[in-house]
């Protein structure tokens, strides 16, 4: 703090330094305080403000910057904390948002980590839910995905996650949720996508 007759920084009132408020700042010892500007804080020698560091705010003329918690991340002007949207998880230093990795899914602002969707089910498009993949889908190799039953395959069940083949005599196009049957005289092709005369 600046004292009586000293050269340190502060504003000059008649000749004696005084100390700048908290949250202020003066470059020399004859130069009026003031305010710190948003996202900044005054250095410990009250001399200048600083930039927050990049997991902080200050929405300005505040002594110091404020830590966003994890789970949230500074805005854009770094004034305030902002949690993590859904379908995404903050570190936990509190920098920064990232969006939910192949597989899994965040159903609440500020969360910290993302969950892993159940067997038979896989992410939303946003990345906010698990849903079961359709009649006639089956979950990708990765299973992070629905993908349409194979020609030849089927799949009636939305709690399944491998479609299953047609009976004998029976076929399929993609995505089908059942099988149909050739008539009689002709037999499935080698795709079990359609029937040929035999």
Known sequence: PNA??????????????????AGSFSPTPTTACAPCGKGTAPRADGAACDPCPDN????????????CDAGSHPNG???????????SHGDDAGRSCTSC?????????????????????????????????????????D???????????????DTVTKCSPCPAGHVSMPGSSACRPCGPGSAPNAKVDDCDPC
């Open 143 to 157: 299973g992070h995905a629905c993908v349409p039953c194979e020609r030849g395959t089927f799949n009636v069940l």
């Open 56 to 67: 902080a705010v200050s929405a300005g003329g505040v002594p110091s910057c404020t830590t």
């Open 4 to 21: 009586a007759n000293e050269p340190s920084a502060g504003a000059v009132a008649n000749t004696v330094c005084v100390a700048c408020s």
């Open 101 to 141: 990795s192949a597989g899994t899914y965040s159903s609440d602002a500020g969360e910290t980590s993302c969950t892993p969707c159940t067997q038979s089910e896989v992410p939303n498009a946003a990345r906010t839910a698990c849903e079961p993949c359709l009649a006639g889908q089956q979950q990708s190799a």
């Open 77 to 87: 002007e770094r004034t305030a904390c902002e949690l993590c949207p859904a379908g």
